[in-house]
T-cell receptor, first 113, second 115 residues
Framework: AQSVAQPEDQVNVAEGNPLTVKCTYS??????LFWYVQYPNRGLQFLLK??????LVKGSYGFEAEFNKSQTSFHLKKPSALVSDSALYFC???????????FGSGTRLQVQP | DAGVTQSPTHLIKTRGQQVTLRCSPK?????VSWYQQALGQGPQFIFQ???????QRGNFPDRFSGHQFPNYSSELNVNALLLGDSALYLC??????????????FGPGTRLTVL
């Protein structure tokens, strides 16, 4: 079975500071990993994905994520946070042979001006 | 280019009733997945449709059923509604030949409230 853990319900960061949103996963095969962002009363917007290759993946809006196989982690990062980055962030995984995304419980990011 | 659209936006039903939610995939996409997102939780996979067939199903009871039409649009039906069915229902589409590598594109969701 595949699963995702987002250990922090909320992350607070000051505008201009770097941010990290943590994600760990569990799969039986090779993982395909995704990050999505959700704004209030909106659907999920795709940010980035890891399929294979470089462990550092760059995505939309200046976000990037680092895949670490030994630690089974896929943390989302951004060098300089914006107030407009405040939203709910979801990590998701697909395991070998699976077509469905399994999501974490989400992390609320609050960026203070 | 329109993205994934869903209707209605909001819906209020009472226990025991039946509901139908609708989804039109992003142009050029042929696969539709449905997710349930309860308040404060991540989305949970209900099922996926491809070529008008249910291809994979999550851990949801038979009260949840679906359909995909030849134009790739899809419906989610829920019978005998329970209070616990109150949630945001998300539809996601993905393009042909994508396998599991491609991201899914999500619609804005339908907020279902069961009283």
């Amino acid at each position: 079975a595949q699963s995702v853990a987002q250990p922090e319900d909320q992350v607070n960061v000051a505008e201009g500071n770097p941010l990290t949103v943590k994600c760990t996963y569990s799969v039986s095969g090779n993982p395909y990993l995704f990050w999505y962002v959700q704004y209030p009363n909106r659907g999920l917007q795709f940010l980035l994905k890891y399929i294979t290759g470089d462990n550092l993946v760059k995505g939309s809006y200046g976000f990037e994520a680092e895949f670490n196989k030994s630690q089974t982690s896929f943390h989302l990062k951004k060098p300089s946070a914006l107030v407009s980055d405040s939203a709910l962030y979801f990590c998701a995984v697909k395991d070998t042979g699976r077509r469905a995304l399994t999501f974490g419980s989400g992390t609320r990011l609050q960026v203070q001006p | 280019d329109a993205g994934v659209t869903q209707s209605p936006t909001h819906l209020i039903k009472t226990r025991g009733q039946q509901v139908t939610l609708r989804c039109s995939p992003k142009s050029g996409h042929d696969t539709v997945s449905w997710y349930q997102q309860a308040l404060g939780q991540g989305p949970q996979f209900i099922f996926q449709y491809y070529e008008e067939e249910e291809r994979q199903r999550g851990n949801f009871p038979d009260r949840f059923s679906g359909h995909q039409f030849p134009n790739y649009s899809s419906e989610l039906n829920v019978n005998a509604l329970l209070l616990g069915d109150s949630a945001l229902y998300l539809c996601a589409s993905s393009p042909p030949g994508s396998g599991r590598a491609n991201e899914q594109f999500f619609g804005p969701g339908t907020r279902l409230t069961v009283l």
